[in-house]
């Protein structure tokens, strides 16, 4: 069965600091992975996915299929990324997607 | 455009009780989703609905009933609330297929307690 695990509850930085957030996933399939992001008292809303190969916000993430990895990345942290960040996994020809646990990103000055 | 709504927001209920969380969204979205958000669980999906009379169970469906008679509409339902059901319900939609296909469109939430 698939699986992603994010192994940070929460991850506090410094402003200006790099970032990484990690994901694994385990999945025999060919998988397509996300990045969601809920902001305070906004909605969860993608942030990025890895077949697109972009940049959104700063972020990156790529994905390591030896690895099993789509880690997610920013080099110099903002106070706006405080937010909480999931990892998700699609498998199938549905739109159904298995998260993981999510990471409390906290950035300070 | 209003999107994807949910009601009521905020519900308490007692144990025993049934309790329908509504989903309405304006998008024609062909899959509808819901998830419930639990403090080291993350988001768990507990139904899907690929169309119009057609849905499916997730991981941790026992427990609920949904229907979809309306593209539009997905209410869950929990036939009789158990503590264990006090949590943040999400619903989702997605369009099918195309380069979108696996962007989900969340509502804002209902938190439900359950005492």
């Known amino acids: 069965a698939q699986r992603v695990t994010q192994p940070e509850k929460l991850l506090s930085v410094f402003k200006g600091a790099p970032v990484e957030l990690k994901c694994n996933y385990s999945?025999?399939?060919?998988?397509?992975l996300f990045w969601y992001v809920q902001y305070s008292r906004q909605r969860l809303q993608l942030l990025l996915r890895?077949?697109s190969r972009e940049s959104i916000k700063g972020f990156t993430a790529d994905l390591n299929k030896g690895e099993t990895s789509f880690h997610l990345k920013k080099p110099f942290a903002q106070e706006e990324d405080s937010a909480m960040y999931y990892c998700?996994?699609?498998?199938?020809?549905?739109?159904?997607?298995?998260f993981g646990t999510g990471t409390r990103l906290q950035v300070t000055l | 455009d209003a999107g994807i709504t949910q009601s009521p927001r905020y519900k308490i209920t007692e144990t025993g009780r049934q309790v329908t969380l509504m989903c309405h969204q304006t998008?024609?979205?062909?899959?509808m989703f819901w998830y419930r958000q639990d403090l080291g669980h993350g988001l768990r999906l507990i139904y899907y609905?690929?169309?119009?009379?057609?849905?499916d169970k997730g991981e941790v469906s026992d427990g609920y009933v949904v229907s979809r008679s309306k593209t539009e509409n997905f209410p869950l339902t929990l036939e009789s609330a158990t503590r264990s059901q006090t949590s943040v319900y999400f619903c989702?939609?997605?369009?099918?297929?195309?380069?979108?296909?696996?962007?989900?469109?969340f509502g804002e939430g209902s938190r439900l307690t359950v005492l």
């Open positions: 989702a939609s997605s369009p099918a297929g195309g380069p979108d296909t696996g962007e989900l469109f």
């Open positions: 999945y025999s399939g060919s998988p397509e």
């Open positions: 890895h077949i």
């Open positions: 998700a996994l699609r498998t199938g020809t549905a739109s159904k997607l298995t």
């Open positions: 998008w024609s979205h062909s899959y």
């Open positions: 609905s690929a169309a119009a009379d057609i849905t």
